[in-house]
């Protein structure tokens, strides 16, 4: 009887150490489950991904969000991010579309989700840029781009031209803005302390 109760708990014991190792196993392959955060052009990176991946002209780092370029030709290209980005930009960089697909947590806005960024001689033309939050761009030239936020857009010492936007309100502080289009309300930031800027040709669509 000894003998049939020890081999039933020896099996016990196995079948426990079976079921634990199969449920560490189970876990370990959830928390490394392969997720794309952001394709620049045909470029890839995962959650998995190397924490600096570079390209062309390009330099996406991981543990920051922030993606630098310089003189970067995307013209034909897409860069696509699921999470929350920072661009940090130099020279006259052609990129055909960039979007930012960070949005809603928990039923609030999130706040500072995309955000471009130049030295003093940088510009982006010819692009397409959406947020489905907030985006803020400052120290930077832009023409013949659409601006699209999907609550409010803030430009900062920023010259922007012949550039249609839609975005739920503008702030604009010590820039240019001409030529620009936009399908609601301007909220123009210049009657506040310390906040200056100029719009030309502002053109409100029906």
């Known amino acids: 009887m000894k003998k049939i109760r020890k081999a039933l708990f020896f099996v016990c014991m196995v079948l426990v150490s079976v079921v634990i190792i199969k449920m560490d196993t189970t876990t370990a392959q959830a928390a490394t489950k392969k997720e794309l955060i952001i394709q620049i052009g045909k470029t890839k990176i995962y959650n998995t991904s190397e924490d600096i991946v570079e390209g062309e002209n390009w330099k996406y780092e991981k543990a920051t969000n922030t993606l630098t370029i310089s003189n970067v030709d995307l013209s034909k290209s897409e860069i696509y991010s699921y999470q929350k980005l920072k661009i940090k930009a130099s020279g006259e960089n052609k990129i055909q579309k960039i979007c930012v697909e960070d949005d809603y947590e928990k ?13 003093e001689n940088a510009s982006i033309v010819n692009c397409s840029i959406s947020s489905c939050s907030n985006l803020m761009i ?29 975005a739920s309100g503008i702030l604009i502080d010590n820039s240019t803005i001409e030529s620009i ?4 309300d301007v909220f123009y930031a210049s009657d506040e302390p310390g906040r200056d800027g100029l719009i030309k040709k502002l053109v409100q669509l029906k």
């Open 107 to 119: 039923g609030y806005v999130r706040r500072n989700v995309f955000s471009i960024a130049g030295d």
């Open 181 to 184: 289009k936009a399908d609601y």
């Open 138 to 166: 400052k120290n930077i030239s832009m023409a013949n781009c659409s601006i699209y936020a999907g609550h409010t857009l803030s430009i900062a010492n920023s010259f922007i031209m012949e550039t249609m936007y839609y």
